[in-house]
């Protein structure tokens, strides 16, 4: 039973976290370095709203908004010179995480900072005492998973999402404006990922470095997943798995490169990872 | 044997003295930045020849980053993982057998064959048949990342996240150390230079810049690109191995993923694709971050990390582009390539039976799902013809040739290249067997000049230097027929990407036939080309194929050359073959008008 | 603005085409084309692949940069405006290749179609009136109807804006006769309604049984041109286009 819940929570947290990566890469075809860097700038979010002594769920709200506004600044001067040089964009977005990390650190420091937790004390569950906030945060997962699907298959934002994603140059011929489509998407991939570091902060501690160890493993999940959202999720699943069980029966630290050395073999047999079962 | 052709031979005479001068110019400038680098120890402080040894060792990985990444197009950040496990290598073993002369040789042994040897299994994972070069990229983010974690879990072998310290080390001073660094980074650098300079160096321009037509001039790409990842690995444990003798520690952090970007941000900065431009910027900004660094250490990785995002952005070159720039502004900078000498080279004997056909096609069927594109194709093409494929849009013509081209496309039937089924063979395996294939927009090697290109076409034959460039270039009579006939042979140092549309064409052609292939395949070889220029590769084609050694298989819309060329027209129409005769059985015939005007359904 | 220029009544041809050049990276491949479409006139253009004909229509649309020579539609000069503000202008397009989104439903396809959903229901009716089988679809993936419905989708979607000018590129390629036929008589409707039409085909004898007049483009060049019910067309289209 914990096995079970350690195995769907741990794919919620996965899920939660790639989930703004996966949105970028899926209509812009570009691999956001900084998705990283979004994380820890919603994980201040969180800081902040502790700060000012606000209700800690306020900070969702705040780092959505956060993320979005910095990630639509980014995708206008970072990434539309590169659409043109997909691996030149991966290192630029690196770069912008960097500069991120290293304002938040002028800004805060680089100690770790406390904040408080969203969701304290555990709760009897199927017999055995577990976490509430992961409990919490598998609930969440699936409002979020819930709404993205919602957005996509939709409103008229997540049909031309789609549409720019299947055939970029009949959008366009159709009178779309895919320029903005690729803004918007940016925008919303940040605010999410923005919104994924105020629901790590209970979990993990938070430091201007933060992001970076979270990064690799949402890119891997993200390759797999091959911009579907629901390959995204299997893989989750399927991975989140792996880990908790390498983790707990081999060596938690064989656990810990799970996700990247089993994405990496998947995507040696099947190019298109999951999204094609 | 070697039958010279006296014009390109005078063309070429002149600027050979001075090439030979700037052949030596290397060498004179290694054995200078040597001396001065071995006596820089005396002038400088303790401080700065400790950063600088550091730094130079830094180097020599980013001269590895810049052949991969700068040369070759593959992005990686693996370069760290490579080091590291060279320096962990050689600090246990120093720490187990002590700097004895038997400690230190299996130290150094180890510390380049186990990096080598991961290099060729992370180069086997990275590179195979129809992969990406993002894909190799996720694989050089993995490989750090799994081998910090096994260093992390190595307990005491490796000393687990505290690294390992106080094993021993050479008996050197720290001026030694610098000078040891100093001589390694010059070797390494001069040997790097001479590659990219060379012949086999302009395989790896060539594997970036347009990695299918490698495959289709009959080189394996997968196979440079895996030789290139292990001797590159190699070299960064060489690098290892002197980072743990002149630091006496090491750590999980030296083989992390970090360190693999910052590997990258400074080939970046200094400007990838230029050797020189990575290795100065390597050294400038270690010796400036450990300077600066201690004042105000998240200042100094703000301005790099904003320094970073603006040159990728704004100078993909990197700072040695501007500096480049100037310099060919230069009156001594500006050397020009010189042109080698054209020279005819006999054809292989290569004993065409007549009875036998070159080609056989069998049954051959595709599809695309549930759409059937090939269905029930019998064909045979023997040496001498010149077969026009046509027939309407979606008829199958393109398919038909990639069929014949690829043996790895999935599809029903057999093909029979003088004999060998093709089924599952890969275009350059395919190549081997004396297919040639010109693609309709004319797939050249846009960064390379027009000589290196026909070098290229002919390695499979002929091999590449990776030490220098040949002063003669080799080619078959026809192919310098070719490039006689299209005025190329007066452009040989002509950069590919200056070339008109028409002239691409001509030398794309010049390039297959260069391959001497018995079977040559064509598709729309006159897309786009001037009437003068169609009827150019019109006779060339006849001449080729007039030697009864070569068939030609063409996909062609423009009716009047077709006509005019053609021995055979063999007419597709959706997906079946519906008449196979000579241009007057085929001309005029009343199923072809009909199949034209949209009448026939099949 | 362009409401207005709508419902004004146009001025000169339209669509002209005065020495046009147009091509890809180093290749040119429309070279100096002059034609024009009167209002509810219907131009076939003919010729093989590859010789520049959807190259031009792009050209029109603004997908490929023009290099040379200038084009009017309705009197309106043409340079640097998006496709949306095209669509806008009264410009249909039923292109050839990848014309649908296969995996998206026929609804979606539509309402990707239309500047914003306000606007679809009005569309939707005027498909309707075209096309009444797709009413029952609108659920189904546009990948599974058949090629000839597939066609019907494309130009019905082209048609339900209302454009005053239609840019359809082999319409009738890889579709039964009667489908054809079926086609054809739509478009002669819209014809007889007022729609111009530069119809780009490789089907000669439905093309010539569509259009007032025809032209040949070969190599980028127009080689050919006369009125399409002339006796000889047929015959002299064929002679450029088969073996």
New interface residues.
Partial sequence: MLLLLDILTTAAILFIVSIGLLAIFGVLKIINFAHGAWLTVGAYCAVVTAKLGLNPWLALPLAFVVGAVLGGLAEHFIIRPLYRRPLDAILATWGLGIVVGQLITLAFGRDVQLTPNLFAGTVAFGGVEYSAYRLVALGIALVIGTLFALTIERTRLGLSARAVIMNETLARSLGIDTGRVRLVVFMVGAGLAALAGVLLTPLTSVDPNMGVSWLIGAFMLVMVADASFLALAAACLVFGAAQVLISTFVSPILGSIAVAVLAALVLRVSPKGFSRA | MLETIPAAERAAVAPRSRSRLSRAAPFVAAVLASLALWIAPAFLDTFAVNVLTRSMIYAVLAVTVDLLWGFAGI?TFGQAAFFGVGAYAAAMILGAYGATPVGIAAALATAVAAPALLGLVVGW?SF?H??????A???S??VP??VT?LI??GGEWTGSSSGLVGFDVLPFEIEGYFRLAALVLVAVTLAAWILVQSDAGRALVALKDNEARCAYLGLNPRRLQILLTTALAAVAGLAGFLFANASGVVAPENAG??FG?EL??WV?LGGRGTLLGPVIGTIAIDYLAANLSGDLP??W??L???A??AI??LL?GGLADPVGRLWRALPVGRTGQAAPALAAREAGSATSTAEAPILKVQGLAKSYGSLTVLEGIDLEIRAGELVSL?G???AGKTTLMRCLSDGTEPFRGAIAIGGTPTTGLTPNRIVGLGVGRKFQ?ASVFESLSVADCLRLARASHDGLSPLSQAPTLGLPQAALDVLRMTGLDRLLTRPTRLL??GQ?QALELAMVVALEPRLILLD?PT??LTKAERTTIGSVLKALTAGGRIAAVLVE???DF??EISSR?V?LH?GRLVLDGTVDE??G?EL??T?????A?A | MPEAARRSEPVGAALALDDVSSGYGAISIVKGVTLSVGQGEIVALLGKNGMGKTTLLKTVLGMVALRGGGITIGGQALSGLSPAKLVALGVGYAPQEQPLFQDLSIRDNLRLAVPSDRMLPGALERLFGHFPFLKERLGQRAGTLSGGEQKMLILGRALMLRPRLLLIDEISEGIQPSMVERLRKVLLAERDAGLSMLVVEQHVAFALGLADRYAVLKLGEIVDSGSAKASDARERVIDHLAV
């Fill in positions: 992005l994972l195979y129809r992969s990406t070069p993002l894909y990229s996720v694989i983010l993995v990342i799994v974690q992390y879990s993923f970090l970007t990258v941000i970046a998240f200042l990785q703000l790099l990390g904003t970073f995002v990728i952005i993909p046509v309407p849009n979606g927009v008109s549309h691409k729309e897309a786009g819309h423009d009716l077709v006509r027209i007419v959706q085929v001309v015939s072809v008008r199949i034209y005007s949209g009448g359904h």
